[in-house]
């Protein structure tokens, strides 16, 4: 497996916006399923953003229209867009990334993102 980084988080207010980022050392190609998490504590882990090398994508109903998930051209870090952000967005999110030539899925450790109404 590959350590993840995420960066990008931290506070803001409510209705603003933030990019999280998930980068990882060395160079890979052909990412074949990208994932974003988020977990509240006392809560479960739940999928916030999910794209695969096909195309497809797939967002939590509580985000869809607001986040994007997307990958730079070079497939180096994969991105959450997160616009119109509201409280109950605060949360640890995580990046997740399968890559063709592996078996199993490379997580981040989480970052922090806190929405103040």
């Known amino acids: 497996q590959v350590q993840l980084v995420e960066s990008g988080g931290g506070l803001v207010q409510a209705g603003g916006s933030l990019r999280l980022s998930c980068g990882f050392p060395?160079?890979?190609?052909?990412?074949?399923?990208m994932r974003w998490l988020r977990q509240v504590p006392g809560k479960e882990r739940e999928l916030v953003a999910h794209?695969?090398?096909?195309?497809?994508?797939n967002y939590a109903d509580s985000v869809k229209g607001r986040f994007t998930i997307s990958r730079d051209s070079a497939e180096s870090t994969v991105y959450l867009q997160m616009n119109s952000l509201r409280p109950e967005d605060t949360a640890v999110y995580y990046c997740?990334?399968?890559?063709?030539?592996?078996?199993?899925?490379?997580w981040g450790q989480g970052i922090q993102v806190t929405v103040s109404s």
């Open positions: 997740g990334i399968k890559w063709a030539d592996y078996d199993l899925f490379s």
């Open positions: 794209a695969t090398s096909g195309g497809s994508t």
């Open positions: 060395g160079t890979f190609f052909n990412i074949d399923d």
